[in-house]
């Protein structure tokens, strides 16, 4: 019998032996690197998956209060983004990652979910 759980597809009981402290649907990081020169971060996810997310795209995407209200304005939020760089990602407890923008802008925390969903899955 194999000690590694590698994949666990299609079960409802997350099984470990801490309950509660991991996110339901496996959106969990265990690794997080923002890879300056292609302006991309990397999230890999702790069921083997990764996501590979555009700064531009992650800035577009910001869904604090002020940004909601913009695309609400429709004023062209992912236009300006393009050229934003993300400068800092923090983890933010068990909810998801703050990240922090070229443009000034650090207030969005983006749920893991959020950005598992975001991101094109890479098994
Ligand atoms: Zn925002």
């Keep these: 019998m194999s000690a590694h759980s590698v994949r666990r597809v299609h079960s409802g009981h997350p099984g ?10 496996g959106a969990f990081p265990v690794a997080i690197t923002n890879h300056g020169a292609s302006a991309t971060l990397e999230i890999r996810w702790a069921d083997g998956g990764s996501s590979l997310l555009a700064h531009g795209l ?7 209060a002020a940004c ?7 004023r062209p939020v992912a236009e300006a983004a393009a050229a934003i ?11 998801g990652l703050n990240l922090v923008f070229s443009d000034g802008h650090g207030r969005g925390i ?3 979910a959020y950005l598992r969903e975001l991101g094109v899955a890479q098994p």
């Design 16 to 25: 470990g032996s801490d309950p509660g402290a991991t996110p339901a649907h």
């Design 68 to 74: 909601v209200a913009l695309r609400r304005a429709h």
């Design 110 to 112: 983006f749920p893991w």
């Design 85 to 95: 760089r993300l400068t800092h990602a923090e983890p933010v407890g068990q909810q």
């Design 58 to 64: 992650l800035r577009a995407s910001c869904r604090c």
